[in-house]
């Protein structure tokens, strides 16, 4: 059964006469006759008799009434629901994002986000770097957030730079480092450094830096996140190498302090966003493209990606 011999259908037993049903369908009797008598095959019963003053239903057109009418309201409710969706109105948003990023970048961004579109589902997954491309490539995420490390290869994928930070020495104003700084790296041979999740890339870089001065820190406290590594940081249990969007808000506060290594190069890595190769044009994937492409401006410690020449 298709939806205007249904509507037809409806019609007719509505207004109890074919030529009135056909002027408010603005369709030709022998056309409408011809709807009703196809969908009278599809069901295998007459659905009408004729009387003086027009048609009226027969036993089987009043059987059929109530689960046309239900059938035409489910229709109509499902493309409400599909025209909501893509206005934004509704639907669901995966962002995967990397856990120094999420923590530190999507508050602000989900902030904004729902100003724009809050009827959506927005779901944020932390994870690797290697997952996150693997959520995005098989659409299980239609967007990813990750440090670029190397030049994506992947045909499945684009990327699109967002932002760029620094990897900044932390600490708690009071610690002796603050004052003296900026210091020789080797002195971190005398502090309790606080790593974060062995799966991002700053705990990499952190270790290069200590291999490539040889030193070992004299106590070590390893947590999951940046957050939690910041939160240690303030209380005085450590020092970490921390993201400058993580750090920022800290050192503004006045919770943190930045501590300058005087023989160590500076460490500067570039944030893209990942998307499937053939982009959404879906209305809460453009507002929240277009949100990253404004990171810079609204994240304090985040810089606008420079321009890499080819």
Not at 6 to 27: D, K, P, T
Not at 184 to 213: G, H, K, W
């Amino acid at each position: 059964m298709d939806v205007p011999r249904l509507e037809a259908f409806l019609e007719v037993a509505r207004l109890g006469s074919m030529r009135s049903a056909s002027r408010v369908l603005h369709l030709g009797q022998p056309a409408l006759s011809a709807r009703i008598a196809t969908l009278e095959d599809e069901v295998g019963a007459r659905l009408f008799e004729r009387t003086k003053r027009g048609v009226r239903l027969t036993l089987a057109g009043k059987a059929l009434l109530p689960h046309a009418e239900r059938a035409l309201d489910a229709i109509e409710a499902g493309r409400s629901a599909i025209n909501q969706v893509e206005q934004g109105d509704e639907g669901e948003l995966v962002v995967a994002a990397v856990s120094a990023v999420n923590a530190s970048v999507v508050p602000e961004l989900v902030a904004r986000f729902r100003r724009f579109h809050p009827g959506v589902h927005l779901y944020v997954h932390t994870g690797s770097a290697d997952r996150i491309v693997e959520l995005v490539a098989f659409g299980s995420a239609q967007l990813g957030l990750v440090r670029e490390t190397r030049p994506l290869r992947d045909p499945r994928l684009q990327s699109t730079p967002v932002y760029e930070e620094g990897l900044l020495l932390t600490a708690r104003p009071e610690h002796p480092f603050v004052a003296a700084g900026p210091i020789p790296t080797a002195r971190l041979a005398d502090a309790t450094l606080i790593f974060y999740d062995r799966t991002s890339d700053d705990y990499a870089l952190t270790q290069s830096l200590l291999r490539e001065a040889d030193v070992t820190p004299y106590g070590v406290i390893e947590v999951d996140s940046v957050d939690t590594a910041r939160r240690l940081v303030a209380l005085g249990l450590g020092v970490a190498m921390l993201p400058s969007t993580a750090a920022a808000p800290e050192i503004e506060a006045g919770r943190l302090a930045p501590v300058g290594l005087q023989d160590a190069p500076r460490i500067r890595s570039r944030v893209v966003a990942l998307e499937r190769a053939e982009r959404s044009d879906w209305a809460p994937v453009v507002t929240l493209r277009r949100l990253l492409g404004d990171v810079a401006s609204f994240v304090p410690g985040a810089t606008a990606p420079r321009t890499v020449a080819p």
